[in-house]
């Protein structure tokens, strides 16, 4: 999930610097606000912070760089556990009642939910492109249109594809500066 914060220059120049070197970015165009009480009316939804709070803020957004900035995962296969780099996962895709994650040699079954993998995967290199299916960008070799306004990702790695579906189109698009 993508961050973004607004508040007082004093305040964000203390912030970035305890972040520095946590992983956490804050973007221009993010999917999230952590707004500055008082600056907030144009932000909505979002985060409201005091400043009087700016450490209780600071330890917030130190445990969720833990767990949202991790570029490992955790995959099973029967009861062998194996750890992938995120950089070298296909996809997420819930099926079966269960979440699994692609690479190019196997498919392993993870125990959190899709959509707190949504959450804890850098907004730049994964989307989300159907109710089940969150790809990696870094690893699409083509992108097709398809019936419907659907769209078809094809992958450099294996001899699979996955649907965008309409409702994420636009989305998808915008995501890749395409409108």
Not at 1 to 12: A, E, F, P, R, W
Not at 32 to 38: N, T, Y
Not at 94 to 121: C, G, H, N, P
């Amino acid at each position: 999930m993508k961050l973004g914060l607004i508040c007082d220059d004093l305040i964000k120049k203390e912030i970035l610097q305890t972040t520095a070197n946590s992983g956490i970015t804050f973007y221009d165009n993010p999917d999230l606000f952590i707004v500055q009480s008082g600056h907030e009316k144009p932000y909505l939804p979002c985060i409201v912070f005091e400043s009087k709070e700016i450490k209780t803020l600071l330890q917030i957004i130190e445990k969720l760089s833990h767990t949202a900035q991790s570029d490992k995962v955790i995959g099973y296969d029967d009861e062998i556990m194996y750890i992938s780099n995120t950089k070298d996962i296909l996809y997420f895709e819930a099926k079966d009642s269960s979440v699994y994650y692609r690479t190019s040699s196997q498919e392993l079954k993870i125990r959190e939910k899709l959509f707190e993998v949504e959450m804890r995967l850098s907004g730049d290199k994964f989307i989300r492109i159907s109710r089940s299916i969150i790809i990696n960008i870094d690893k699409v070799s083509s992108i097709a249109p398809w019936f419907n306004r659907r769209l078809i990702i094809a992958f450099d790695e294996i001899d699979t594809t996955v649907e965008v579906s309409k409702k994420y189109v636009s989305d998808f698009k915008r995501f890749l500066g395409m409108g």
